[in-house]
Structure formats: C-alpha cells, structure tokens
C-alpha cells in the first residue's frame, strides 16, 4: 500500500517532458540537395505543422510560432528553401526561375520528412512566397488537411497560387494579409474570392507583409495556433 502511495505521488509530481526544440534534421530533395531543417517531435503526437518562410529568409523566422505549435502538441518543422539560410546563402536577385521551381520538390520532400516522424495529417504555414509553395504543396497531397496563407500572391516567382487556391477545397484554408501592403492586400482578396472549400480572408492594420505580421499584430500567434488545433478534423 505504502509503495503504491509512493508511486502515485512520483506520477502525480512528475512533470511533462517538453519536446526538444529546435533539433537539427536535413531535408533532402529528389535532386540529392540538401536543406538544414529545424524540427521538433512530441511523444505520440500525429499531428505536424510545416514551416515555408518567404524570399530572401531562412527557416528561423518561424522560431516563436513553431515553439508555439510545439507545446500545443504538433510535430513541427521549418526548413531553409534551396539558396536561403544554411543552403548557399543567394541573394534573391541571383536565383533563377527554375531554382524557384525546384523548390515545389523541397516542399515536397519536407512534406514526406514530417510524415516519416510520425505525423498523419499535415497543415502547411508559409509566408509570401513561402505561401504559393504551401497551397500548391497542399494540392498535391491528401494528408494536407488545412493551409495558412501569409502575404501570398497570385504569382510569386513563376509560382502560381490562383487555380490552387481552387483545387485545394473542400480542406480549410485560412489567408492573412494586411491593408498597409496593398499588393498583398488585394492578391490576398483575390485568391480568397476564388476559393471553393471553407475558407477565411483576416485582414490586419499596419502589420507589415509575410512573418513581419507575426512581430507588429501580438495577438496573430495564438489566432494561428487556435486556427490549426481548430481544424485537424474538418
């Protein structure tokens, strides 16, 4: 009775172990190249949120929203894009068009390294261009149950947003713009007129473009985190 009392009590007291974050993990993309990723793995957990950041950063702008996502319970993963970050740093203006192409097959593959730790269901968050590529990702693949779209365009680098914006229904899909960048603000409210499935057009005052949004709107992580434990049944 006494070491039954005792065992009780070392549960009782016991605190959660908190998943590791961030653990160094490498995407490798069916062209052999290979991309620094960030990743963290709760126990148990099949739920994964993957991380797109936009042109010219690098995978640790989603350092606080992913840390966010991680304690909610989701197996979570940001990765540099091929010619950002860890990958041969590229300015921009240097990358060419199919360099840009080639990344729909990073995406993919990030996609395929989630799932490989567990997760069953995924939901894809990117920013600017980091959004083209998350809608299009979506598309191509059912275990995408749900996407957020940050500052995304109609066309970002040759990657086109507009007819996956339609074939993504009837999974839910949540874009966020601000009115302060008026190119973004009116592709956001484009791309939400076109969608077919349950979708939601969240327009903020003067927060910037893409992950900046994250930084000068406070209360935007936890609406995130809310909208995607929200929607891993519909």
Known sequence: MVSALLLWSSIALAKPVRPAWPVAAVVVAPDGTRLEASIGVPARSKRGVLFLHQNGRNREDWSALA???????????????????A????????????????????????????????AERVCIIGAELGANLAINAGVADPSVVSVVLLSPGADLKGIIAIDAVQRFAPRPLLIVASEDDLAGARAAAVLDSKAQGPHELRMLEKAGRGVQMLMRSPALEGDLVGWVGSRWLQ
């Open 67 to 85: 840390e966010a996502l991680l304690r909610d319970g989701n197996i979570v993963l940001s990765f540099d894009l091929r010619g950002h970050g």
């Open 87 to 118: 990958h041969r740093p590229t300015p921009p203006a240097e990358l060419r068009p199919e360099d840009y192409q080639a990344m729909q097959a990073d995406v993919t593959a990030a996609v395929a390294l989630i799932r490989a730790n567990g």
